[in-house]
């Protein structure tokens, strides 16, 4: 018969055979019939009265399956019974493929009759199909099942779960996971099961570590599917638990998982050291309990290693999850060597990682210091893996991961895991190396670039700031220059390339020497920007015939400026560039007229020098277009906020320039910005002497007793006759050779320095003169009895000087 359950064949493996679902018929030793069920009405539609008494050939057998119907008769009368499948005719006349059991009984009088049990033929191959199936899943089957009553004790494991728990089959029966998992592990097995038996909800593919009683440092992770057994009365049975191993893809995706932490913490700056560190927060804990990560030494200084990877090794970080293991190991910063025959010393020797799982079984691994190595090992230190990090085929240095809590040793894919941090780890830190050697290349460039510490000068006081807009590489193209000149005067120099870089910055250094040779000639401002803008013209054309690729000089800004401490005037001139800020002593801005210039390199058109008198303690403010410009800001918004954070209360010029900064640079510049700020000073009528002598023979003369008599004044008797020597020769040769009055000036500040002016512009020169020569010694007299000497020119005179130093006494004693 059919079954009249609502739960379909296909979703309940009730035996069709069985009593509820089969329909029975009785055959006596003739063939009649004398007994039909109903589930035999319901299935063939014969009704009881139609067929007892009647033969099953007159009733059920079509006149085709005759011969067949006759050959299994044959064989279940040999055989006492017979099973298979057989066409049965319907009452409705149609042929019905309906599976058989017969069987011979034998009644209390010795009477045989056969009892026939029979079932649709689609409903016994389904039922077969459904026990091949549970057959296979407790046999064959690679998954795990286990069968759990409701109070979670097992009723039947399927051969996988045995090899995997290490028991037979028959042995589990009655035990619970917690007599062959790991207490944890148990647990939350048996919460899952127990939702799934109150709330009916299944489980699926749950993973979740597992460990075994009698393995426990084995690492062992599976993946649970679990659903409730219930019979057709919804009466609960207990619960099915389908597992499987999925250790090796939980490994796999743990390895993908770190190495994508590593891709992106490891490399995080271009800093050999914090590279260093992250790698050793990206290994532990996740790999290893403890790691050392140590780099040859000329690494960590940004050089190329030698190329047989020998030599002390720097350690460069250590990280460990036991605090008493770094007590142990090396401290960072600790320069040390591994022994020949270590791990370490073969991994770096052969460019190829090391795997000891069993440190116990070799003892040359970590050090020669045997007191280190037992303490190692006596915290419970049972695993090494070593592996170098190698980039560009350079052995950088080499990692060294260590297990101490996790009982299970390291084993391959750990190794490969290690050596794929290591790879991205050693390319990061030889990055990180290249851009170290570069950026102390930059540095050096830099340093011989720019002044690093601006010498203290008698006539200002003087601040800067400067910062390169690539922070990177530590230089630009702007620059700034305090230049000692003759007289006790300064130059001031701020000059801007247009670009940024090295390129930038290598044209700068040219530039700024250029600007040195052409200020100790003594010329003015304007003379000065005339000569630099021809030298700017000049390099863009050797540029543009030599090297067409290179960035190109299109352009450079300059000012420049000379303050003369003596007579309170400052002369100025600028090539393109911002003019000053200049302020009185009482803190407000002073305004000034500079004609502003062409930028350097056009050519062609002329500089102006503009001059002012400055008051003892104003100051000047000289800056690149990038601080005025810094934060998007137009030129007149620069201007105004540079001035209000200069102006007011006189401070220190530290102070000034921090104050610029937080005002204007509240974030790093996309332009270089170079700030100098000076402070006059005004050196004390009493150091100077001043005489107008005319031109007569006799005022070489005068010059001497003139001389003579100050320098008595100033307690210098000790210089009167080296003094009286030089003021004779200059005089005497303005006398000879300029005609019109000549203007003689001492000035005492830490040199004594002796000056001799007049109407002509002719050059002297210092020559050797022989020895029949009447004349010509001079300025060869000068120039040994003097530290120092020159000329300047003025607008309708020149100036020949000489300075000699002052002792520390000297000095002290006129002030």
Sequence with gaps: MHNTSPTTLSESPEDPFSVHRSASAVLDGRGRIVAWSEQATALLGHRAEEVLGRTVREVLVDSGDEALIAEATAECLRERGWFGLLPVLHRAGHRVYVGFRARRVQRLDSTVEWLLVGSLAEDIVQWEIDRAMLDGFFRRSPVGVAVLGPDLRLLRVNRAIARFGGLPS????????????????????????????????????????????????????????????????????????????????????????????????????????????????????????????????????????????????????????????????????????FPEQSAQARCLAERRAVLQP???????????????????????????????????????GVVCLWRVQRPEPFEEDDLTLAEEFAARAAVCIDNARRYTQQHQAAEALQRSLLPSEVPEHPAVETAHRYLPAQASTGVGGDWFDVIPLSGLRVALVVGDVVGHGMHASATMGRLRAAVRTLAHLDLAPDEVLARLDDLVDQLATEQRQTDGNAPQIVGATCLYAIYDPVSRTCAMARAGH??????????????????????????????????????????????????????????????????????????????????????????????????????????????????????????????????????????????????????????????????????????????????????????????????TDEGGRGLFLVAQLSERWGTRYGRNSKTIWAEQPLSQADGESGA
């Design 170 to 337: 028959e042995a589990y029966r009655g035990l619970r996971t917690t007599d062959f998992l790991l207490g944890p592990d148990a647990a939350l097995v048996e919460d899952r099961l127990r939702r799934v038996l109150e709330t009916g909800e299944p489980v699926i593919f749950a993973e979740q570590p597992c460990r075994l009683l009698r393995d426990p440092q084995k690492e062992l992770f599976v993946s649970v599917s679990a659903f409730r057994m219930q019979d057709p009365s919804g009466r609960v049975l207990g619960v099915t638990e389908i597992v499987e191993d999925v250790t090796d893809r939980h490994r796999a995706r743990r390895r993908l998982a770190l190495l994508n932490e590593a891709g992106t913490r490891i490399g995080s700056t271009l800093d050999v050291a914090r590279t260093a560190r992250e790698l050793a927060e990206v290994a532990v804990p996740a790999l290893a309990d403890a790691v050392s990560v140590d780099l040859l030494e000329p690494v960590t200084r940004g050089e190329e290693p030698a190329p047989d990877a020998t030599g002390p090794l720097r350690r460069m970080a250590a990280r460990s999850v036991l605090p008493e293991a770094l007590q142990v190991m090396y401290p960072v910063d600790h320069l040390f060597s």
């Design 358 to 396: 069993n440190l116990q079984v070799s003892k040359v691994w970590f050090t020669d210091d045997a007191d280190r190595a037992e303490k190692v090992l006596a915290m419970g230190v049972h695993s090494l893996m070593v592996v170098p990090l190698v980039a560009r085929g350079v052995v950088l």
């Design 578 to 771: 911002p003019p000053p800020t200049v302020l009185g002593p009482d803190g407000r801005v002073r305004p000034i007229d500079l004609p502003a210039g062409p930028p350097l390199g056009l050519g062609g058109l002329p500089f102006e020098t503009a001059e002012l008198d400055l008051d003892e303690g104003s100051l000047l403010a000289l800056y690149s277009d990038g601080l005025l410009l810094a934060d998007h800001r137009d030129v007149d918004q620069g201007l105004d906020l540079l001035r209000t954070a200069v102006a007011g209360p006189a401070r220190s010029l530290e102070d000034m320039c921090k104050a610029v900064e937080d005002a204007l640079l509240p974030d790093r510049s996309a332009d270089d910005v170079t700030l100098l700020l000076g402070r006059t000073r005004v050196l004390a009528a009493e150091k100077v002497a001043t005489w107008e002598l005319p031109a007569e023979p006799t005022a070489a003369g005068r010059a001497r007793s003139l001389v003579t008599e100050r320098l008595t004044e100033w307690g210098l008797e000790e210089l009167a006759f080296t003094t009286e020597l030089i003021v004779s020769e200059l005089v005497t040769n303005a006398y000879r050779y300029a005609g019109g009055p000549v203007l003689l000036r001492l000035i005492r500040d830490g040199h004594l320095i002796c000056e001799v002016s007049d109407t002509s512009s002719t050059s002297p020169h210092l020559r050797q003169a022989h020895s």
